[in-house]
């Protein structure tokens, strides 16, 4: 018997099979009979908010990623978030969370945990003894983000994290801007790791999806939430997101070059007030960045001096940045985060936060980077004419 004969029986044909897996597009599986479905029961071939496998496929690979026994996927970064922290939380629970977390994630955070009786304390992201000096009894979780949106700021991720395991608290943490090939967390202690898989992770802005990556037993209190909750990942978006992982090293090697490029560019011009990027050293953790990041990120911002007006016409000038939120596509977007993700703040949180009508972030994509330099200069040029 040949090889190509014994596979014909059992699947398909080892020669001329596809490359590509191709897409299990179905929200359901038959079985040959009732044994067969209960072994299937709540497996990857059964109903797909319960698992799927093309879905599992993307799950092993974000896994292998972050150095993660187990991956549960999402339709979207915040059924991660939310579906994470509402199996790791219940009433009478306490969770410290920086003050600078994702938009969204601040919402979940500030006012829905606390109407379901989870009281929550908000810490300054730099300073590690404010999280060791907010933890109590009933903490249970400590959530991380690290950089911050939109100013870059760092967690000292050893220090905060040492501090939780001698509380015995889980430590939970959004990835999702530097992304497993510049950071990963679990590898400095962090139990479970969040992605908005929209970003860097599918790589191309043509999909929502999220991930958690933590041990067997975390990610299978969570892949339950997630059958109650709802949160799947559909099959096809689970296959573009797997396509864009094929590439992620390289895309992202080529954003952390580029930004630095366009943050060293910007440093040296006078018109530019400040710039926030973690691999510059005028970044004032500098030094903790490179201790606990392998690269920058493709993400940036900076303050031009003059008002906002000249902000405006200086984002409104560029040709090569889409104006639009989001970032980790290959293509360059910016925003003026006052005006976007931070819009809903008051002043006095927007100053708080450090987000002037100045700031402009920048999410650099694959693009030849003197493009995109030449792109800012005379966008530069035209608003300060
Ligand atoms: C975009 C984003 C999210 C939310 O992800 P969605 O896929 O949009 O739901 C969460 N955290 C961070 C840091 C993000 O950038």
């Known amino acids: 018997m040949t090889t190509d004969d014994r596979d014909s029986r059992s699947g398909p044909p080892r020669t001329n099979r596809p490359v590509v897996p191709p897409i299990v597009q179905s929200a359901t599986f038959e079985a040959a009979s009732i044994a067969e479905l209960r072994r299937q029961v709540g497996g990857n071939t059964f109903y797909a908010r319960h698992g799927n496998p093309t879905v599992a496929h993307a799950e092993r690979l974000i896994a292998q990623l972050e150095g993660a026994s187990h991956a549960v996927a999402f339709g979207s970064g915040m059924a991660a978030v939310s579906t994470t ?21 601040f919402d979940l955070v500030v006012h829905w945990l606390p109407r379901l009786g989870v009281q929550v304390t908000l810490v300054d992201a730099t300073s590690p003894e404010q999280f060791a000096d907010a933890t109590q009894a009933h903490t249970k979780v400590i959530y ?39 950071q990963r967390p679990h590898e400095l202690g962090v139990d479970v790791v969040v992605h908005s898989a929209t970003k860097y992770l599918s790589g191309h802005s043509d999909i929502l999806a999220g991930a958690v990556t933590a041990s067997e037993a975390i990610a299978a209190r969570i892949r339950e939430a997630r059958v109650c909750w709802g949160g799947a990942l559909d099959p096809h978006a689970a296959w573009l997101l797997i396509r864009g992982l094929h590439t992620l090293s390289l895309r992202v090697a080529r954003q952390n070059a580029s930004a630095l490029r366009i943050a060293e ?3 040296g011009d006078r018109r530019v007030e400040r710039v ?3 691999f510059h ?25 003059g008002d906002a007006d000249r902000t405006r016409r200086f984002v409104e000038g560029l040709r090569r940045f889409a104006l639009a939120p989001s970032l980790g596509g290959v293509e360059s977007l910016v925003t003026v985060p ?13 100053e708080r936060a450090a987000v002037s009508d100045q700031l402009v972030r920048m999410a650099v994509g694959v693009e030849p980077v003197e493009d995109l330099v030449a792109d800012i200069r005379q966008a530069l040029d035209a608003a300060t004419g």
């Open 144 to 182: 991380l983000e690290s950089p911050t949106n939109p100013t870059l700021r760092i967690v000292d991720l050893r220090r905060v994290v040492g501090a939780a395991r001698r509380h015995g608290v889980v430590t939970v943490m959004d990835n999702t801007f530097a992304s497993p090939i510049n």
């Open 276 to 278: 926030h990027y973690p």
């Open 281 to 305: 050293p005028s970044h004032p953790q500098y030094a903790l960045a490179r201790s606990q990041m392998s690269g920058g990120g493709g993400v940036l911002s900076f303050e031009l001096r």
């Open 265 to 267: 560019f910007l440093s």
């Open 85 to 105: 922290l509402l199996t790791l939380l219940q009433a009478g629970d306490h969770v410290v969370a920086q003050r600078e977390v994702y938009g969204a994630t």
């Open 338 to 350: 006052a005006y976007s993700s931070h819009a809903a703040m008051s002043a006095a949180e927007r």
